[in-house]
């Protein structure tokens, strides 16, 4: 077993509380690569940031369990290097098994999630105290949800919203013992968030998409006030990358994401870990086909990884400083 202090790690506990009195969210940014994480530090240590390193089980599988963790100790000492000691989490999203948040525990992970949000709701909370009673033994920081999310990401798939309900938050919290509650008020996985038919044009043509259920959230708040409140599906698919990458033969059609002055608006709430995957890959996507679109003899990989590297950086600068208010509170 390796544990994430001996990796220069730290659970979420107090990011959380500081975020929920300082009325700012955590970023907590997905990563499966080299470039990817490099983009993260850098981008949180200039702006002096504490951040979440999220890994799905399909990044896991991806980049190799054993390399992940080497990742996020290097992630630690290349903060040190860049001349500044930011707090970094290492954290399991969508952990969908007691056995898998177990194992990331025991690899050096300072936080998992227990997704236990599609079973009937009594096997949700037996699945989450279970973990909870796990991980607390070794002082790892547990995540849960309430309410399912529609849209796609890795391996997480659904077709509906379930919005969570206020009435058994309380209960939940309670019984699990949980440290960070994932809910859901209308964010959704993935790049096409919504239908255009779900959606609005304002006075440009541009499609507006449903506002959050904020009523929801002020709910949830009165149950259970300052409680760490997630919010999953928070990509705002920044049109220019989707324009770029349609450009240059891409075909993302109809993609629309969540509008950055709600999430601004979420994030000086309880709300205190803003959860962004899907506009770093349209960063780093729309950086590689202008590359190989104007530079078609290219087939060096720094040459291509390395625009979309910077682009990262300065996406993920402008969401600390710009949408969640955590630049400045490492």
Known sequence: MVSYKELGLVNSREL???AV?????????????????QAIISACVETKSPVILQVSSGARKYANQTLLRYMAQGAVQYAKELGYEIPIVLHLDHGDSFELCKDCINSGFSSVMIDGSHLPYEENVALTKKVVEYAHQHDVTVEGELGVLAGIEDEVQAEHHTYTEPDDVVD???RTGVDSLAISIGTSHGAFKFTPEQCT?????VLVPPPLRFDILEEIEKRIPGFPIVLHGSSSVPQQYVATINQYGGKLKDSIGIPE??????????????NIDSDGRLA????????????????????????????LKKLYMHKTEKVLGSAGKA
């Open 16 to 18: 959380f509380k500081k």
């Open 261 to 274: 002055e709600q999430l601004r608006k979420a994030a000086k709430s309880a709300v205190c870990k803003i």
């Open 284 to 311: 780093m996507t729309a950086a590689v086909r202008e590359v190989f679109a104007n530079k078609p003899a290219e087939f060096d990989p720094r040459k291509y990884l390395g625009p979309a590297r910077e682009e």
């Open 201 to 205: 044009r304002n006075k440009d043509g």
């Open 172 to 174: 939940f919290v309670s």
């Open 21 to 37: 009195d300082g009325g700012y969210a955590i970023p907590a940014f997905n990563f499966n690569n080299m470039e990817q994480l």
